[in-house]
């Protein structure tokens, strides 16, 4: 010990001395104190509170920047069919971008060209006579950079050697010697050989233009008929006013028309007692029009704030039930109770006068199927739509206008009855961590921000490992509760297309956890694809999904403060289907049915560059008003059928 002690000393006294020979560094600030102290803490705190402005300024930043990457990833996939994943970042673009241009880009990002670049040639400057034959862009309309690229080599026998800035000034140079060649050109004779000129000539015709959809898929037209021609009483009301509207859209070319069979007229008043009387006069009308006919099973409420004066509202006697036992509808965090769909906890609980939800759904699909039969039969009836949820669409009632929410707020979760709670705490037990059978208490209001929220914010809590149990655990129940119906609607509708309706919930796309639709059921952030185990089950039940084509007219303010991306969102859902194998069609939401509406409707039906030429299988169009008030645009509307049929080309009528 006392060995250590004295070479502990011999040290210190070795430093000492060597440190004499070392120069003293300076000495440092001495801490300031009294006044001083104040003054320096005070422009600490300054400094502190601007450090945090530039911070905020500096996410600001990164959103428009995202946005705007967004925005060119949207395009190049729509519009230059550039195969780029779901997620994709900038050097993804730059990797197409290359490629597109004949470059070799490999995994690590090593980039080359297939053979060396030959040496440009020199390019003669055209004479007069020349020059006469003026290439510009705008003059090659609707042309993608290949085909512009070919027909600038068409015209003027451009060497495949030559460089793009070799390219890029013999165009320039041709431009320039225009100016002084009018003069002569009927008196000279262009060099070009009429071979090279027919050859262009050729090209741009081969080429479409904008709206020119000739030659295209085939889509057929559903249009819906309105919900009140069958009052609550399952009464058929103006039956003149509905033989006019089959009259117009039978002129229209169109294939057929879309009804909803609601469970709250037809089962509304006792339990299993089925009162189809309405349905079938209408049906036989549009028997006698030849018209198709898709039927909706629409097991939600229907009215409010924009239906006008019909309410539709689920069976008398479930909702008796219902008073007795609330629990049977969704509830949110403050217990509030949304009557507009049963809950998906109730599926197999016999609380339904001795009944499972799931078999109250399958007799009444059962009835309906027995009833018509002479319908099935001679293929009057080509599609059965079921109804999974809030609005007939696969969703939890999460967004609900009657429960204050209002666009673009994120809406809350819908877990709070007491069958959901129990399948909860039945799941976390099974995890091992029973303090998570409970839903987050930070995840805000209905009309709460991402950015508001400790759940939904960046690096919030929806990515711990209790957020990705919960969210995992509640976009399950949405699958399960699609599971269980669809197996039961398969055996009811044997050999007829069954198709689900899946919503466009766009907006917060371009944050991190994509706050609307987690709540709505579909575990989507940017490191999850939560549509991919959706489209597995409607797969493995053979299904035709329906995508709602909902706000893609919506302004770039909006989108800007809702950080939507509608686009962005169709083309995931759409891709991603269609990579499944299933088949896709559409919806309009009921505000998009204008010029500029239409025709993006047209687009993502039947993409043009998509090299599978893969389309919707039928459209379903919903119109503001019947077409007998006369207040849609006929001319538009007729372009718009036709278009989709294919059958048409140039623009739309003013």
């Keep these: ?89 900038m050097n993804d673009v730059l990797a197409a971008l290359a490629r597109e241009a004949g470059w070799v880009v490999d995994a690590d990002g090593t980039t080359y060209r297939q053979s060396p670049m030959p040496m440009p040639m020199p390019v003669p400057v055209p004479t007069q006579t020349q020059s006469q034959f003026r290439v510009e862009s705008p003059t090659v309309s609707g042309l993608g950079v290949k085909a512009t690229a070919t027909a600038l080599e068409c ?11 070799s390219l890029d000034s013999s165009v320039v140079i041709g431009e320039r010697d225009n100016k002084y060649a009018t003069a002569s050109a009927s008196a000279s004779v262009s060099p070009i050989n009429s071979t090279s000129v027919q050859c262009s000539i050729e090209l741009m015709q081969d080429i479409p233009s904008e709206n020119d959809f000739t030659a295209t898929p085939y889509v057929p037209i559903y249009v819906k008929l309105p919900t009140a021609v069958i009052n609550n009483y399952c009464q058929f009301i103006d039956p003149e006013g509905v033989r006019q509207e089959l009259s117009h859209l039978k002129s229209f070319n169109v294939d057929g028309v879309v009804v909803d069979c609601w469970w709250g007229i037809v089962e509304g008043w006792s339990p299993q007692k089925y009162v189809w009387s309405g349905y079938r006069e209408l049906f036989n009308i549009i028997r006698e029009f030849k018209l198709k006919l898709q039927v909706v099973m629409a097991f939600h409420e229907y009215g409010g704030n924009d239906s006008g004066d019909t309410l539709i509202t689920l069976p008398q006697w479930v909702m008796e039930i219902g008073k007795d036992n609330p629990d049977i509808f969704f509830t949110d965090r403050e217990g509030r109770r949304n009557t507009e769909c049963l809950s998906w906890g109730i599926d197999k609980e016999r609380v339904l006068k001795g009944r499972t939800a799931i078999e109250v759904y399958f007799d009444f699909m059962r009835s309906f199927r027995t009833e018509f039969d002479d319908l099935f039969v001679e293929g009057r009836i080509s599609a059965v739509e079921i109804g999974l949820g809030a ?197 309009n939401a009921l505000s998009c049915y204008e010029k500029e509406g239409y025709m993006r409707i047209v687009e993502m039906a039947k993409p043009r560059n998509d090299p599978d030429r893969r389309h919707f299988s039928f459209f379903v169009y919903q119109q503001p008003t019947p077409l007998v008030q006369g207040t849609i645009c006929f001319s538009e509307l007729d372009y718009f059928i036709k278009s989709m049929h294919g059958e048409i080309a140039g623009d739309l009528v003013p």
């Excluded at 015209?155 to 800035?165: H, M, N, Q, R």
């Excluded at 508001?452 to 209790?466: A, I, L």
Aim: charged residues 25%.
């Design 1 to 89: 010990m006392n060995n250590t002690l004295n070479n502990d000393d011999d040290d210190d006294h070795t430093t000492t001395n060597n440190s004499s020979m070392v120069p003293n560094p300076q000495p440092q600030g001495r801490r300031p104190r009294g006044f001083a102290a104040v003054a320096a803490g005070g422009a600490s705190g300054k400094g502190k509170k601007e450090r945090e402005k530039e911070k905020e300024r500096t996410k600001l930043r990164e959103r428009h920047r995202r946005a705007i990457t967004s925005r060119m990833l949207a395009g190049l996939r729509q519009y230059g069919n550039f195969p780029l994943p779901a997620r994709a970042d």
């Design 391 to 587: 609005s007939g669409e696969l969703k939890y009632p999460s967004f609900s206008e009657r429960m204050g929410w209002r666009y673009p707020g994120i809406g809350e979760f819908q877990c709070y009855d007491k069958y959901l709670q129990q399948s909860l705490h039945r799941a976390s037990k099974l995890r091992g961590h029973s303090f998570w059978a409970k839903g987050p208490d930070n995840a805000g209001q209905y009309n709460s921000r991402p950015h508001e929220t400790g759940f939904f914010c960046e690096r919030g809590d929806y990515d711990s490992y209790y957020g990705r149990f919960f969210l995992h655990w509640y976009a399950q129940s949405l699958i399960d509760h699609a599971d269980n119906v669809l197996s039961l609607a398969s055996l009811a509708f044997e050999e007829t297309k069954i198709i689900i309706k899946v919503p466009a919930v766009h907006w917060w796309y371009k944050t991190a956890s994509h706050a609307a639709e987690l709540t709505a059921g579909f575990y989507n952030p940017t490191n999850q694809d939560g549509y991919a185990p959706v489209f597995e089950v409607l797969r493995k039940h053979s299904v035709t999904l329906k995508f709602v084509c909902l706000r893609l007219q919506v302004s770039g303010l909006e989108n800007d403060e809702a950080l939507a991306d509608p686009e962005g969102l169709s083309w995931q859902v759409l891709n991603s289907a269609w990579d499944r194998g299933l088949a896709v069609a559409g919806e």
């Design 155 to 165: 015209v003027l026998g451009i060497d495949e050697s030559l460089s793009p800035a």
